[in-house]
């Protein structure tokens, strides 16, 4: 089976992991820092906090932000569920924003209607988390202009997007945005096995968000309650959580974020492919890169014919081809209809989901692995 994701691991990996595991620091040693300042360098960004996980990045940066209960969150419905959750894990309400249906992001002109109608209704959002779909930033500058027009911050969900560029900037320099969250789960551009990372340019919320990963704590004497402390003291200032990435697996993110433009350039090479290869086929193909690098997380095609869909997946997978489905709509989850969403609400999202399959897509990816995914989908479009 080629599976659609699959992490690229090799021997300066596994020697860098091993160097970690013959130090004396497994955990909470000098490996996170300098993962960190390499992972903000590369990205262009002051601050870098690597945690467990890019759920965790976006509970962190969320929670950093003083999101609660009465305030709202919005984000794209055609994302992975952590894009929301992260709200309600505060207890604050989620609402979406339909697609484009070109770029798969958020979009910007529904985004303006709603906030127009919030703003009347005095609902407006105090979060929008931005969805970089496949890798595809969204246009940022102009939710960069909505943001400072109607007074929200902006989370960028980089979970796809570690190696893109937008405007000639990497994502995650925070151009437009107060924070940016990134995943390095192993289908992900580079991998720590589990793993994610908040980077910004404010120091307060970095700070804010290293203490939310490590319980709430802090182990700084200028920053204690207490006017006199023995030299063992902390202090818990606010409820946290621990959330941290072991110097393990900062180790490995550190040698793979050496490889990422290689990576990246790989993924865009195998997407020229496809783009080429597909180009007459009665499909809708992702969109061109314009004047933007698109890190390519995943290569998602949409079938015109929507009924074809289920046996379509169903013949690539008897084939041997891993394909997936990237993203049942959020809205469509049963908590989230639970919770007031309705089948029609984001049209734009359901109509893409309807006819989307993911073909494999990862930087050892062959050839002649291609070549066969290729030949199989034409075989099976055409019968």
């Known amino acids: 089976m080629i599976p659609y994701g699959r992490q690229t691991i090799d021997d300066h990996d596994r020697a860098a992991m091993a160097a970690v595991l013959a130090s004396d620091w497994l955990t909470q040693g000098p490996t996170i820092t300098q993962f960190e ?21 976006l509970h962190a940066a969320c929670a950093a932000l003083g999101l609660g209960p009465h305030d709202y969150l919005w984000t794209s419905p055609i994302s992975f569920v952590a894009s929301a959750n992260c709200a309600r894990y505060l ?14 992001n958020i979009c910007v002109l529904a985004l303006r209607t709603k906030l127009e109608q919030a703003k009347t209704q005095r609902c407006l959002p105090k979060i929008l988390v931005a969805v970089h779909f496949a890798g595809k930033p969204c246009d940022m500058q102009v939710l960069g202009a909505l943001s400072r027009e109607f007074g929200f911050a902006i989370i960028e969900d980089a979970a796809h997007a570690l190696g893109s560029f937008y405007g000639g900037r990497p994502v995650g320099s925070c151009q437009y945005s107060v924070a940016t969250c990134f995943s390095f789960h192993p289908v992900k551009n580079i991998t720590t096995g589990e793993g994610g990372a908040v980077t910004t340019r404010d120091a307060m919320l970095a700070d804010k968000i290293r203490k939310f990963c490590s319980h709430g704590i802090t182990k700084n004497p200028a920053d204690f309650v207490a006017e006199a402390a023995e030299p063992w003291a902390y202090e818990q200032h606010a409820l946290g959580y621990n959330y941290r990435l072991t110097d393990i697996q900062a180790a490995l993110g550190i040698s793979q974020l050496q490889k990422l433009p290689g990576f990246v350039a790989r993924r865009q090479a195998l997407v020229d492919v496809y783009q080429s290869a597909l180009a007459d086929m009665p ?35 008897a084939a041997g081809i891993g394909v997936n489905v990237h993203y049942i709509p959020i809205h469509l989850q049963p908590y989230y209809q639970r919770r007031g969403f309705h ?41």
């Open 37 to 57: 300042q390499q992972l903000a360098a590369a990205v262009q960004a002051d601050h870098a906090v690597v945690m467990a996980n890019g759920t965790a990045a």
């Open 343 to 383: 089948v029609g609400d984001f049209p734009g999202a359901e109509a893409y989901y309807a006819g989307a399959i993911t073909l494999p897509l990862f930087p050892t990816l062959t050839d002649d692995e291609q070549n066969f995914i290729v030949h199989t989908l034409r075989g099976i479009l055409c019968a």
């Open 283 to 317: 499909l809708f193909l992702p969109p061109a890169k314009g004047g933007d690098t698109i890190a390519w997380h995943i290569y998602t095609i949409q079938l015109h014919d929507t009924q074809r869909r289920l046996a379509m997946f169903n013949e690539l997978r």
């Open 91 to 104: 207890g604050a309400q989620v609402d979406f924003v339909d697609i484009d249906p070109h770029t798969r």
